[in-house]
């Protein structure tokens, strides 16, 4: 009997061992599981975040390029624009010029009869003479003043005939060698205005 009693007390013992040790093995499969389903959930919520951020910054990336052709558009138009208005603004002011141009040459060109008859004048008087001086003062006092509008003389005489600035009207022979293909008289002086032929020196070409 006495026997009996103890092989039960060892049976619950044995039963009560292995069924802690059951429930402990549960328990770790299941602390397991819950391990690795959070795990799972954390990856899962993990990676829908990392493509949520891709797909913004995607999406600020085509952005951001829409804005650098619509700028480079703009500045395009932009120097164009500029452009244009700079071409309008070099024109007028070369329309100004040209127009003032013409209008100084338009006068000055009417001012030449009077210094051709000042040359003519002092032709005919005598060196020296009062009258002479008195011509010359008026002569040289125009003559100044339109040098500070542009007019210069076209120096001819003993000069090499040269087509850019002199008109022949006439060859005379020389015994000088060295005239020979050179300015030998001016029969009308000439002038440039602004750097440009006004009107070109008449003159005798020694041959």
Same mark, same amino acid.
């Given at each position: 009997?006495?026997?009996?009693? %103890?092989l039960?007390?060892?049976?619950?013992k044995?039963?009560?061992?292995k069924?802690?040790?059951?429930?402990?093995?549960?328990k770790?499969k299941?602390?397991?599981?819950?391990? %690795?389903k959070?795990?799972k959930?954390t990856e899962?919520? %993990?990676?829908?975040?990392?493509?949520?951020?891709?797909?913004?910054?995607?999406?600020?990336?085509?952005e951001?390029e829409?804005?650098?052709?619509?700028?480079?558009?703009?500045?395009?138009?932009?120097?164009?624009t500029?452009?244009?208005?700079?071409?309008?603004r070099?024109?007028?002011?070369?329309?100004?010029?040209?127009?003032?141009?013409?209008? %100084?040459?338009?006068?000055?060109?009417?001012i030449l009869?009077?210094?051709?008859?000042?040359?003519?004048?002092l032709?005919?008087?005598?060196?020296g003479?009062?009258?002479?001086?008195g011509?010359e003062?008026?002569c040289?006092?125009?003559?100044?003043?339109?040098?500070?509008k542009?007019?210069?003389?076209i120096?001819?005489?003993?000069?090499?005939?040269?087509?850019e600035?002199h008109?022949?009207?006439?060859q005379?022979?020389v015994?000088?060698?060295d005239m020979?293909?050179?300015?030998?008289?001016?029969?009308?002086?000439?002038y440039?205005?602004?750097?440009?032929v006004?009107?070109?020196?008449?003159?005798?070409?020694?041959i």
């Open positions: 009997m006495w026997q009996i009693s %103890s039960a007390r060892c049976l619950r044995d039963c009560a061992g069924t802690q040790a059951i429930m402990a093995k549960d770790e299941k602390v397991k599981e819950c391990g %690795s959070a795990a959930e899962s919520t %993990s990676d829908k975040e990392v493509n949520e951020l891709k797909a913004q910054l995607e999406a600020v990336q085509k951001l829409a804005t650098r052709e619509e700028l480079a558009k703009t500045k395009d138009s932009f120097l164009r500029y452009a244009d208005l700079e071409n309008v070099r024109r007028a002011a070369q329309d100004r010029l040209d127009l003032i141009s013409s209008a %100084s040459k338009d006068v000055i060109s009417g009869g009077v210094l051709d008859s000042c040359d003519a004048a032709r005919m008087l005598e060196e003479s009062p009258e002479r001086t011509v003062t008026i040289n006092n125009l003559l100044d003043y339109l040098k500070t542009g007019l210069e003389k120096e001819a005489k003993g000069e090499v005939f040269d087509t600035k008109e022949a009207v006439a005379f022979p015994s000088d060698e020979k293909g050179k300015v030998f008289d001016v029969t009308q002086t000439g440039i205005l602004a750097g440009k006004l009107r070109y020196a008449k003159v005798v070409v020694g």
